[in-house]
């Protein structure tokens, strides 16, 4: 666990409502959506993809899905331009499955508050590789909390 400065981050995004039940079905196609707008329109990536959660509502979770990109790239549709706005975080790596995820939450919360400490009412996490690549127990997902 650590405090760090992060730079504002451009991104390309689609931000929606959802129930948590279905997150990770929603997910699969954002991305999968995202990617393949970035491809037909030449776009790179520039970083992990990541989610920001706006509330905790398990049955409307306010969520924006996307990817760090470079530059202001066209937007379509749903798919609009955001930022992962610059400023302190306090970040942890959670190393294994997403519904153990919770358990690194709960360290990170618990880091921030001995720091003295007050995060936003927002989070957000990078998926730093792929349930499609690595086992569950490998997966490695950073949460940050942008600090007050």
Same mark, same amino acid.
């Given at each position: 666990?650590e405090?760090?400065d992060?730079? @504002?981050q451009k991104?390309?995004?689609?931000?929606?409502?959802?129930p948590v039940?279905?997150?990770s *079905?929603?997910?699969?196609?954002?991305y999968t /959506?995202l990617?393949?707008y970035m =491809? +037909?329109k =030449?776009?790179?990536?520039?970083g @992990?993809p990541?989610?920001?959660y706006y509330?905790m509502?398990m049955e @409307?979770? *306010?969520? /924006?899905? &996307?990817?760090?990109?470079? =530059?202001?790239p066209p937007?379509?549709g749903r798919?609009q +331009? &955001?930022?992962?706005p @610059? &400023?302190?975080?306090?970040?942890?790596?959670?190393t294994g499955?997403?519904? !153990?995820?919770?358990?690194t939450?709960t !360290?990170?919360? #618990?880091?921030v508050?001995?720091?003295g400490? /007050?995060s936003?009412e927002w989070?957000y996490?990078?998926y730093?590789n792929?349930?499609?690549?690595? #086992?569950?127990a *490998?997966l !490695?997902t /950073?949460i940050?909390?942008p600090? !007050?």
């Amino acid at each position: 666990m650590e405090i760090k400065d992060v730079k @504002a981050q451009k991104t390309l995004m689609i931000r929606l409502t959802t129930p948590v039940s279905s997150i990770s *079905d929603v997910m699969g196609e954002v991305y999968t /959506e995202l990617g393949a707008y970035m =491809g +037909r329109k =030449g776009i790179d990536f520039a970083g @992990a993809p990541y989610a920001m959660y706006y509330n905790m509502d398990m049955e @409307a979770l *306010d969520v /924006e899905m &996307g990817f760090p990109v470079a =530059g202001d790239p066209p937007v379509e549709g749903r798919i609009q +331009r &955001g930022e992962l706005p @610059a &400023g302190k975080i306090a970040a942890a790596v959670h190393t294994g499955p997403y519904d !153990k995820l919770e358990e690194t939450y709960t !360290k990170l919360m #618990a880091y921030v508050k001995e720091q003295g400490l /007050e995060s936003e009412e927002w989070m957000y996490e990078f998926y730093l590789n792929s349930p499609m690549e690595v #086992a569950p127990a *490998d997966l !490695k997902t /950073e949460i940050c909390f942008p600090l !007050k």
